[in-house]
């Protein structure tokens, strides 16, 4: 897999930013992905993907593989 980023959008979805390349990404290998994920957040997690152009480094420079937008107070 090229360029990507995991992004946690609640307890229970996950958003898979992928930059687009040459390489195509078939449903077997996004299926695949998907099982892994739910094998670890649960098995009604709702993994999605996006495919980008590009995915900008956050605003220190870093390129960020993962990041939440869960906020503590939704606990």
């Given at each position: 897999m090229g360029k990507f980023q995991v992004i946690q959008k609640s307890y229970s979805s996950i958003l898979f930013k992928i930059k687009v390349s040459e390489h195509s990404y078939d449903r077997e290998e996004l299926d695949d992905i998907r099982n892994k994920t739910r094998a670890v957040m649960g098995k009604d997690c709702q993994v999605d993907f996006e495919f980008?152009?590009?995915i900008p480094n956050?605003?220190?420079g870093k390129y960020c593989f993962t990041m939440s937008e869960v906020s503590l107070s939704s606990t």
């Open positions: 980008v152009e590009d956050i605003s220190s």
